[in-house]
């Protein structure tokens, strides 16, 4: 089955740039989905479909997907921000999807 | 308001069922497929089962294949989820989430519900 690879976390100073990747072979063949969750909450659709962003959600979460290793970007992250983010993909193989193992933010 | 409220967890013993329920509101239902995701105590997101919009086509993860059964009730806008030969391992937060297609994001979640594998 598609394995999707995160970072176990990442780490960001307020009003700084917040890069988390997923890699998974030939994944820029692939749609992938971002979710955010905060403690205790369910997850949230954050970015679709490589880069698209649901209605609702700043400007400042964007998207990109190249080669073996999609990418979500925070800009001028906020102390709110602070959560844990996963990608998803649909696994043709197996036909349904499949979750990275989840980075947690944490701003500085 | 779109809304998933999920229902029926619960403490069950190992080797024991439970049925979850996911009652959808604010949306027509029976345009979207459902999903059901799963996390462990401090685990990540892992998808457990789907099932399409018309209910005719289902897939399970490996881990609940042969256990877990999922169905929709498109008229009373509800997913289920039947878990039967439950094992210490399914203790998790299970999530229903829509999705407008087969590719496409989980966009709207329900808040969950925990069920507790153990004797």
């Known amino acids: 089955s598609y394995v999707l690879t995160q970072p176990p976390s990442v780490s960001v100073a307020p009003g700084k740039t917040a890069r988390i990747t997923c890699g998974g072979n030939?994944?820029?063949?692939?749609?992938v989905h971002w979710y955010q969750q905060k403690p205790g909450q369910a997850p949230v659709l954050v970015i679709y479909?490589?880069?698209d962003r649901p209605s609702g959600i700043p400007e400042r979460f964007s998207g990109s997907n190249s080669g073996n290793t999609a990418t979500l970007t925070i800009s001028r992250v906020e102390a709110g921000d602070e959560a844990d983010y996963y990608c998803?993909?649909?696994?043709?193989?197996?036909?349904?999807?499949?979750f990275g193992g989840g980075t947690k933010l944490t701003v500085l | 308001e779109v809304q998933l409220v999920e229902s029926g967890g619960g403490l069950v013993q190992p080797g024991g069922s439970l049925r979850l329920s996911c009652a959808a509101s604010?949306?027509?239902?029976?345009?979207?497929?459902m999903h059901w995701v799963r996390q462990g105590p401090g685990k990540g997101l892992v998808w457990v089962s789907r099932?399409?919009?018309?209910?005719?086509?289902?897939s399970y993860a490996d881990s609940v294949k042969g256990r877990f059964t999922i169905s929709r009730d498109n008229a009373k806008n509800t997913l289920s989820l039947q878990m039967n030969s439950l094992r210490a391992e399914d203790t998790a937060v299970y999530y229903c989430?829509?999705?407008?297609?087969?590719?496409?994001?989980?966009?709207?979640w329900g808040q969950g519900t925990t069920v507790t594998v153990s004797s």
């Open positions: 989430a829509r999705a407008t297609g087969q590719l496409d994001g989980m966009d709207v």
């Open positions: 604010g949306f027509t239902f029976s345009s979207y497929w």
């Open positions: 998803q993909v649909w696994d043709t193989s197996t036909d349904h999807p499949v």
């Open positions: 479909y490589d880069s």
């Open positions: 030939n994944i820029g063949g692939k749609s």
């Open positions: 099932i399409n919009s018309d209910g005719k086509s289902t």
